[in-house]
């Protein structure tokens, strides 16, 4: 059974920075594609990054630049760092996660090129003017 809890929103002004953590248990595969996606009231939810079990990383045209996704060396936290802040990051952040015995690679866009099956509770990241 695959558990993603994610940690590290909170509320910041603009310019500011965070980092969120999301720790993954049941992870029984080499091969599989993590990320973070974001929804913000009303809209859909967006993928922000991605990387692959062969480290390849994604963005987002909207965080390229700003955000950094990466692993620690177990492989089983996956962080976001996000700096330079903006209003229009404020969202929901969720972390996701799919993995097996085929290829997970990450495509363009801040995407896994397979969508995710396990996903955390999300963590509210706002960013006030």
């Known amino acids: 059974q695959v558990r993603l809890v994610e940690s590290g929103g909170g509320s910041v002004q603009a310019g500011g920075s965070l980092r969120l953590s999301c720790v993954i248990s049941?992870?029984?595969?080499?091969?599989?594609?993590m990320g973070w996606f974001r929804q913000a009231p009303g809209k859909e939810r967006l993928g922000v990054a991605a990387?692959?079990?062969?480290?390849?990383?994604s963005y987002a045209e909207a965080v390229k630049g700003r955000f950094t996704i990466s692993q620690d060396k177990a492989k089983t936290t996956l962080y976001l760092e996000m700096s330079d802040l903006k209003p229009e990051d404020t969202a929901m952040y969720y972390c996701?996660?799919?993995?097996?015995?085929?290829?997970?690679?990450?495509?363009?866009?801040?995407?896994?090129?397979?969508?995710?099956?396990?996903w955390g509770q999300g963590t509210q990241v706002t960013v006030s003017s």
């Open positions: 049941g992870i029984t595969y080499a091969n599989y594609c």
């Open positions: 990387i692959d079990s062969w480290g390849n990383m």
């Open positions: 996701s996660f799919k993995q097996g015995p085929r290829d997970y690679p990450v495509q363009r866009g801040g995407y896994c090129y397979h969508p995710p099956i396990s």
